[in-house]
Every structure is written in C-alpha cells, then in structure tokens.
C-alpha cells in the first residue's frame, strides 16, 4: 500500500485535518529522504554492480550508522 498526501488546488483547499496529514508524513519521509541523499553523495550505490545480497548487508549496515548519527 502506497500513502500519499493530499493536494490542494486553487479551488479546493486543504482541511486543517489533511494539512496534518501531510505534516505527518513529512515528518516521516524525511529522515528516509536524507538518507538516499547520503547514499548518493558518498556514491555508494555507483560501486555495486556485483551480488545484490552484498548490496543489502552494505545498505543495512549504512542505515545503522545514519541512524546512529541521527540519534547522536
């Protein structure tokens, strides 16, 4: 299941329950947004042209050290 935000148009604007909603999921997404971020400036993703199954232990171990330095 895919969630996404709700849109607003000139005629129709948000409710105060959906512009809650989408603050929810921006606070949500952000942190997994930063860390493709991080990924892509360290070029990480660029070196694996090999097993897919490395590929998953980097990115785990990648997303342990994000997190730690986000809790830090």
């Known amino acids: ?3 996404t935000g709700f849109t607003a148009s000139r005629a129709h604007k948000l409710t105060t329950g959906q512009k809650e ?3 929810v999921l921006a ?3 952000a942190p997994v947004e930063h860390g493709f971020a991080d990924l892509k400036n360290w070029r990480t993703l660029t070196k694996l042209r090999t097993d897919p199954a490395r590929a998953t232990r980097l990115l785990r171990a990648l997303l342990v050290l994000t997190n730690l330095e986000v809790n830090r």
Do not use: F, K, T
């Open 1 to 3: 299941m895919i969630v």
């Open 21 to 23: 909603v989408n603050r």
């Open 27 to 29: 606070v949500g997404r």
